[in-house]
């Protein structure tokens, strides 16, 4: 009887898994195996709350493969040095992983190398729907604008979507643990694993999407960025189902998937824009800490700003323009270094994920792939723009609560017992300009 490991990393999934269906072509048995690796709480990565969503996804995963005659092993210790030990146990002799974008897991996949040579079987195409490095323009490893991409990304074509397993076997005898996260928690994380994420997707109205997906008290957006992080749903099997739809909102949500694939692309290339300028604008950053720790609290006296804040304390989520408006305060108007906010949200964002996150963030800031690195949202426009009534901020911002309409925007005319703004309105882009050199 052959053996075959398919390892885990950010494809908690039966449904569209290339890893789980080639390991189980390969050979009678698999051993479906996720390695906790220590390395990833050093380097900071191990927020409670991606602990406690990526415990929920291992536990549905391995519910899910019992169903079908298998169970999921779970190791803690180095990948490489753990998968090997289980290959020893079990006799496999391949080892089926994605292949990942950051620069963590190329060194994951080198060691893995150094260990199976070419028993290491690394699958595209299985975290993103194009593969990073698979379209790139004349001269260059990877696109730096978003929309010369997305038109190759559109006429590259996709693998075909696959059927998850009726059945798999597993050979006994192998002993793995479980994950306990600790720490402080987010009061009201959504629940983790495929199970939680399928339903999401059936229930989610993608025809709405392009109408309501900047309406921040509608909550409309799909809500399933956790669920793409950890590999619960599939970028390709997302992107199929949403395409049968062929109307505004469904062309709209696939937009954002090759937003994703961008990011990851532009990472791959260039791993250092995880922590540094991808484009040096020659920033001189002004330094506070009173100030970002108000920002972090949600104290800001700006009302908007700071409903997403403490959306981003309850839920561990943040809606995507509260993402933007909060990011270009703190970059923008507070004219803060961009790493301080990058690294805020990754501490709690269940679908805190440094493609995106870090590059994001860059995007706002003007240090990215962004073609306007001066374009500043004014927090005042933006609540004006997207929550018109109030109905967002009075949802998170409670003791502004008896503010009627657009008022709860601008305590201060009302005499509310609230933080005075940081900055005043009329002076919210100067601190900005000054420090770039800019009229």
């Not at 070419?118 to 990877?142: E, K, M, Y």
């Not at 962004?370 to 967002?392: C, F, K, M």
């Amino acid at each position: 009887m052959t053996v075959s490991i398919a390892l885990f990393t950010q494809d908690l999934r039966l449904h569209d898994n290339p890893v789980l269906h080639a390991a189980r072509a390969a050979a009678d048995r698999v051993v479906p195996l996720f390695v906790l690796d220590p390395a990833v709480e050093g380097a900071g990565f191990a927020a409670p709350n991606r602990l406690a969503f990526l415990a929920d996804c291992l536990a549905d995963l391995d519910a899910s493969l019992r169903r079908i005659g298998s169970r999921l092993v779970v190791r803690r210790g180095e990948p490489a040095e753990q998968t090997a030990r289980v290959a020893a146990e079990a006799g496999a002799a391949t080892v089926h992983v994605a292949a990942g974008v950051s620069a963590f897991a190329h060194r994951r996949e080198e060691r893995l190398r150094e260990v199976f040579g070419d028993r290491l079987h690394v699958h595209d195409a299985s975290l993103t729907v194009v593969p990073a490095g698979r379209i790139t323009p004349a001269g260059r490893d990877h696109y730096a604008v978003f929309t010369p991409y997305h038109r190759a990304w559109q006429r590259t074509p996709r693998r075909n979507v696959l059927a998850a397993p009726r059945t798999l076997d597993t050979p006994d005898g192998i002993g793995g643990e479980s994950l306990q996260p600790t720490g402080p928690l987010s009061p009201a994380l959504p629940p983790g694993g495929e199970s939680a994420a399928r339903r999401r997707w059936r229930r989610w109205d993608v025809d709405a999407y392009a109408r309501v997906h900047d309406d921040l008290a509608a909550d409309a957006t799909s809500r399933l960025s956790p669920y793409l992080h950890f590999g619960c749903l599939s970028a390709t099997e997302l992107v199929e189902r949403a395409l049968r739809r062929d109307g505004e909102g469904a062309q709209a949500f696939v937009r954002q998937l090759a937003w994703r694939d961008f990011h990851r692309q532009v990472l791959a290339a260039r791993p250092d824009a995880a922590h540094r300028d991808y484009r040096d604008r020659d920033d001189h950053w002004h330094r506070d800490e009173r100030e970002a720790e108000a920002w972090r609290q949600g104290r800001t006296g700006y009302p908007i700003v700071d409903a997403g804040m403490r959306q981003l304390a309850e839920e561990g989520w943040m809606h995507n323009r509260a993402r933007l408006l909060t990011a270009s305060f703190l970059a923008k108007s507070l004219y803060l270094d961009w790493r301080i906010g990058a690294a805020h949200f990754l501490s709690l964002l269940v679908d805190g994920d440094v493609a995106d996150n870090q590059l994001n963030w860059q995007w706002v800031a003007g240090t990215g792939t962004d073609t306007r690195p001066n374009r500043v949202l004014n927090p005042l426009r933006q609540a004006d723009r997207y929550d018109p009534d109030g109905a967002y901020v009075r949802r998170w911002v409670p003791e502004l609560a008896h503010l009627p309409g657009p008022a709860v925007h601008r305590p201060w005319l009302h005499g509310a017992d609230y933080p005075a703004p940081l900055i005043a309105p009329d002076a919210l882009t100067e601190r900005f300009h000054r420090g770039r050199g800019l009229d």
